[in-house]
């Protein structure tokens, strides 16, 4: 994500992002110096310059000439972030009730890519059950997941989740993709020859099945199709028992 797009994710305009950081760059500006270092229409800069001024964002230099401005420290933005977030927070609980309230108890879905490894984190958790993974590749420990993957761990461990693996076979040789798994965890190995490019999920009532899975990464154009069903998240569970005794435990595994 550049500057741009993330000054925006705070709640500033596009030409509000590329005119706070031009001054950031540049310092002290006058609005013609300003609209021109960020490509944008002099009467659209003065614009965004108020309403950066009412964000307090920026400042004003009051001159004998021509008005200038500057950049406040980035700090502010982080202050700006911690407002949003205290708004979410008033709101957060009424929300929840309603989706609470309209969740079926049986129901099918799909996510996709980063994003829905990233939500199927967040239903873990809301959840509060272990989970079981068969076929698992050790895709969490992909570096574009880092953030979501140890936030997910850390909360995981507070809410004493522990997570069930059977890896493929691959990964036994692999090690160092195990390590990073900061988590209370049972793993083992499925024998070989029954790898694929699939795992199949399980906590409380969901089922997540993936596809297009890879070692040690998670693809972009990944799939999960996810299905709320008490009965069939229970009969996977009864199978996954059935092939954790017929699997592997490897030396670095945390099956204890």
């Not at 002290?28 to 964000?55: F, M, P, T």
Request: glycine share 8%; with cysteine.
């Amino acid at each position: 994500m550049n500057h741009t797009t993330l000054f925006e994710s705070l709640g500033l305009s596009p030409n509000e992002a590329k005119i706070y950081e031009s001054l950031v760059e540049k310092g002290e500006s006058s609005v013609s110096d300003i609209a021109l270092a960020a490509g944008v229409h002099r009467r659209n800069a003065y614009d965004a310059i108020q309403r950066l001024l009412s964000k307090g964002l920026c400042f004003q230099i009051i001159t004998s000439g021509e008005n200038i401005y500057n950049a406040v420290d980035p700090e502010k933005l982080v202050e700006l972030l911690t407002e949003k977030q205290l708004e979410l927070q008033t709101i957060l609980p009424g929300l929840k009730e309603k989706f609470e309230q309209r969740v079926a108890s049986e129901e099918a879905y799909i996510y996709r890519g980063l994003e829905g490894q990233k939500n199927v984190f967040r239903d873990i958790l809301r959840v509060g059950e272990d989970s079981y993974f068969i076929g698992a590749k050790a895709g969490w420990i992909d570096s574009r997941l880092d953030a979501a993957r140890n936030e997910f761990f850390k909360e995981a461990r507070r809410k004493k989740i522990t997570l069930h693996g059977l890896f493929d076979n691959e990964l036994m040789k692999r090690p160092e993709l195990l390590k990073k798994f900061e988590v209370d965890g049972k793993f083992r190995f499925l024998p070989k020859g029954f790898s694929t490019t699939s795992g199949v999920q399980i906590f409380g009532d969901y089922v997540v099945s993936y596809t297009n899975l890879g070692i040690g990464v998670s693809s972009d154009d990944v799939v999960f199709f996810v299905i709320r069903s008490a009965t069939l998240a229970d009969s996977f569970r009864t199978w996954f028992k059935f092939m954790w005794e017929s699997s592997l435990k490897g030396n670095l595994t945390r099956d204890r």
